[in-house]
């Protein structure tokens, strides 16, 4: 059995050599990890096979764990834009001389070791190395079973690029599969400064339950779009597939659609575009009554207590009907995860009450919620969606996984009181 907190000591240590590497080297190193994704294509393909031959071609997950060759040029040049990125470390945040002549600089540093738990996606492994690298921080991987076998080979090909570059290569490593390596993560109090879970609700409820490491929840998303008395139909039909349909296993996808009670005579015509991607709707009374023989019976549903507050991470989507704003409100308030909300509306003042009074991490007007995004953002990339307020919110860029540390420097003062 391996020793993880021996794991751990080692990326501890790996992780003080980062402070000594320059922004040239770190760029060095990201495009030559880059052009190994893609020389290495083939190796890793064949490890991806022996993960997908696990699951179910028809499990809305699969597509998230397949990996294909403009896959891996895609992300080799997500890693190539990374080294293009401005170093977050560094910055003077606040640069002031006291009265006294002592002069105070708040500097942006690496948190030190930044631990990820993550499920299917293995180009996280990618994305998540290319941006602690960037920031100066050492990363604890610990995938899910799932994609293990392509985990294991993104690894090694970092390792070996990290090798033939003269660095440690204990500045990223992956965990075993099973849940023993999620707790001992969770744990690594003294080795590990920061633990960033990412995918369902459900993982991200046992990061926050569990951990004695800091903890910034991302990634549960619990989307809501509101369409108000005064939206447009057709903005509002183009949003909602878009934000439903265009990848369902995303945390910024849509999960309840809420309309007001005057506009269900639009209702089946803004659920239209739904029915191409056979998109399964669980109404409640009012809406059903207003889908039923049009929207196709075989994916019309009645809703369910549990229905609301589900992310689906499916082709399935809750239908609420309101008879205000404020009731659009508060069951977003009830049901929300903090994520993404949306409302459609013409109405400026509606609109201005909604962003002032939602409580989420991104609130938009007459926009699709898919935009949740580091890269839409303009932050270049992203790792994870944090829905908490401290710290971080939204998406999280490079700068948001640095902290600060004061410089003080004076010549010999002393403090009389």
């Known amino acids: 059995m391996i020793d993880l907190n021996s794991v751990f000591s080692e990326v501890q240590v790996a992780s003080h050599d980062l402070t000594l590497m320059s922004n040239d080297k770190i760029n060095t190193v990201l495009q030559a990890v880059a052009d190994a994704a893609v020389s290495n294509t083939s190796y890793i393909l064949h490890e991806n096979a022996k993960d997908l031959k696990k699951m179910d071609i028809e499990d809305p997950k699969y597509d998230r764990l ?5 896959r891996l040029n895609s992300i080799a040049n997500d890693i190539r834009n990374v080294a293009t990125l401005p170093s977050p470390l560094g910055r003077i945040l606040k640069d002031t001389v006291r009265p006294n002549g002592i002069h105070l600089r708040k500097v942006s540093v690496p948190f030190g070791v930044i631990g990820i738990i993550y499920e299917a996606r293995p180009n996280v492994s990618f994305d ?4 602690c690298l960037k920031s100066g921080n ?14 294991r080979a993104i690894i090694q090909t970092i390792h070996q690029v990290l090798k033939e570059q003269g660095i440690n290569p204990h500045i ?3 965990l075993p599969a099973g849940h023993e390596s999620s707790l001992a993560l969770l744990h690594a109090v003294g080795y590990v400064d920061l633990i960033i879970p990412r995918g369902s609700s459900n993982l991200i409820k046992f990061a926050r339950e569990n951990a004695t490491v800091p903890v910034i929840e991302t990634g549960a998303g619990i989307c809501h779009t509101y369409f108000d008395e005064f939206g447009d139909a057709i ?12 990848r369902v296993t995303v945390c910024n996808a849509l999960d309840c659609f809420i309309i007001h009670r005057s506009r269900l005579k639009d209702l089946f015509s803004l659920c239209k575009p739904l029915i191409s991607s056979n998109v399964t709707i669980y109404a409640d009374e009012v809406s059903y009554k207003a889908l039923e023989n049009l929207y196709p019976s075989d994916l019309l549903e009645h809703a369910v207590d549990n229905s609301f507050g589900t992310e689906f991470l499916d ?8 008879s ?18 949306c409302i459609i509306t013409d109405d400026k003042n509606r609109a201005a009450r909604f962003l002032k009074e939602i409580d989420a991490s991104c609130v938009y007007v007459n926009v699709s919620t898919a935009f949740t995004d580091g890269a839409q953002f303009g932050l270049g990339a992203e790792i994870g969606i944090s829905t908490q307020k401290l710290h971080a919110r939204g998406p999280m860029g490079l700068e948001e996984i640095t902290t600060y540390k004061w410089f003080i420097e004076g010549d010999g003062q002393i403090r009389n009181n």
């Open 315 to 322: 082709y399935k989507m809750a239908v609420k009907t309101v």
């Open 66 to 70: 397949k990996l294909t060759s403009e």
């Open 172 to 174: 990223v490593e992956l």
């Open 235 to 246: 903005k509002g039909a183009a949003i909602i597939n878009n934000a439903k349909t265009r």
């Open 138 to 151: 050492a990363c604890v991987l610990k995938g899910g079973s799932d994609a293990d076998f392509s985990n």
């Open 324 to 341: 205000s704003l404020d009731e659009a409100m508060e069951h977003i308030c009830q049901y929300g995860s903090k994520h993404s909300e």
């Open 128 to 131: 998540v190395f290319s941006l």
